[in-house]
Structure formats: structure tokens, C-alpha cells
């Protein structure tokens, strides 16, 4: 299939430590930042998604802090496992318009058995 | 309840041919977004369909055009391919109005993609 990790930043994990992906985002008027997960050959996949009031939420196993003064946003991956392996993009958004989601560049993860 | 779904999956073209794109959005969604993902980089946003007109265009030329069917089917076409155009092609499904009960993002959800490889 094809390799959506060629040439993107690298994270290597050991099966069942945490896991932390770090994005910067560009737009000071968005409001609201999505991760997703981009396996091989396949579409990128929601993981989850926070409003730009908030500064943390989680998910099942998974955590997104979002740091607004520094536009940072982080995807905290608990116990990864190697189905996570994957590249895993940050993407942010603005409600007031039409739904267009910006990408970040994305972050490979490599979980190590 | 099927996904959003692409045709075909992948496509072989040469330069200077056209090419047309397929998607069906999710179940209950309206609002169609095409985007372009160049080998090891994140897609990006090429247009956005909502009720049969494109309402929003990245930065892509004439030469990428769409349409958006009653039936909130959509289509991508490109003519005069050049070998830069070799991409997978995503489409993206949402609500025009109202946040999804899951996400924030109107149920923004992508399909597989269609990978083109202009020779």
C-alpha cells in the first residue's frame, strides 16, 4: 500500500508507554482542532476533537490539550498498542465558516513490539 | 449505515487526459469537501459543495472543477492532468448546519480516497 509516512517526522514508542503528538497550528481565529489517524492506504480517521474554550478532553485513551497562547494543541495516546501505528495529523477549523478543516503536518507513529 | 464512499479506488492516467472523481456522502450528510494529499504531506482543501454549488475553493486552478447531484452525490473532475496531479483524493461528508453528536466539526467524516497516478 501506499506509505502516507514518507518523509514525516517520526515518533517511536514501546508497546504500552504513552504516547505524545505535538502539533502547532497557524490561525488564530480557529476554534476548534481535530485530530486524526491516517493508516496506509485509507482515509484519515477522527479521533477526537476539542472546542477552543476548552484546554483538555479526552477520549477513550486518548487526551488532546490545546494551549492557545502558543497555538499548540498535543494528543496524549495512553498504552499505546501497535494498531496505533499510524500518521497522525492535527487539522483546526473555524465554526463561523464553512466547515474547510486546515491539516498540520503529520507525525508518524511507530509502535515497537 | 455506509461511510463515505469513493470510485473507483485507483486510476492510472495519462498527462493532458481528464478525469472524474466519485463520492457519496455519509448517511444524512449534505455538504461534500474534495481535498488533494501529495504523497507524505497532509491533504489539502481544493472546494466545498453545499446544495448543488460550490461554496468555498482552495488554492487550485480552473482546471479542477466539481459538481454536487440532488441526491448530495458529488464529483470531482480535473482536465489536462499534469504529473503533479498524482495524488490520493480524499472526500469528506458532513452537516451543513448542527454539530454531530460525536464530534464539533458538523460529523466532518473522510473517505478512503481515490489514489490517481498521472504517467
Known amino acids: 500500500g501506499e506509505n502516507v509516512g514518507l518523509h514525516l517526522p517520526t515518533l517511536s514508542v514501546q508497546e504500552g508507554d504513552n504516547s505524545i503528538i505535538n502539533c502547532a497550528y497557524s490561525?488564530?481565529?480557529?476554534?476548534?482542532f481535530i485530530w486524526y489517524k491516517q493508516e496506509s492506504g485509507k482515509g484519515p480517521q477522527f479521533i477526537i476533537d476539542i472546542r477552543s474554550n476548552m484546554d483538555k478532553r479526552q477520549g477513550q485513551r486518548v487526551t488532546v490539550l490545546l494551549n492557545k497562547t502558543v497555538k499548540h494543541l498535543s494528543l496524549q495516546i495512553a498504552a499505546t498498542q501497535p494498531g496505533d501505528s499510524a500518521v497522525y495529523f492535527c487539522?483546526?477549523?473555524?465554526?463561523?465558516?464553512?466547515?474547510?478543516?486546515?491539516f498540520g503536518i503529520g507525525t508518524k507513529l511507530q509502535v515497537i513490539p | 449505515d455506509a461511510g463515505v464512499t469513493q470510485s473507483p479506488t485507483h486510476l492510472i492516467k495519462t498527462r493532458g487526459q481528464q478525469v472524474t472523481l466519485r463520492c457519496s456522502p455519509k448517511s444524512g450528510h449534505d455538504t461534500v469537501s474534495w481535498y488533494q494529499q501529495a504523497l507524505g504531506q497532509g491533504p489539502q482543501f481544493i472546494f466545498q459543495y453545499y446544495e448543488e454549488e460550490e461554496r468555498q475553493r482552495g488554492n487550485f486552478p480552473d482546471r479542477f472543477s466539481g459538481h454536487q447531484f440532488p441526491n448530495y452525490s458529488s464529483e470531482l473532475n480535473v482536465n489536462a492532468l499534469l504529473l503533479g496531479d498524482s495524488a490520493l483524493y480524499l472526500c469528506?461528508?458532513?452537516?451543513?448546519?448542527?454539530?454531530?453528536?460525536?464530534?464539533?466539526?458538523?460529523?466532518?467524516?473522510f473517505g478512503s480516497g481515490t489514489r490517481l497516478t498521472v504517467v
Open positions: 490561525n488564530s481565529a480557529s476554534d476548534y
Open positions: 469528506a461528508s458532513s452537516f451543513a448546519t448542527g454539530f454531530d453528536s460525536v464530534t464539533y466539526n458538523y460529523g466532518y467524516t
Open positions: 487539522a483546526e477549523g473555524f465554526s463561523g465558516g464553512y466547515q474547510k478543516v486546515t
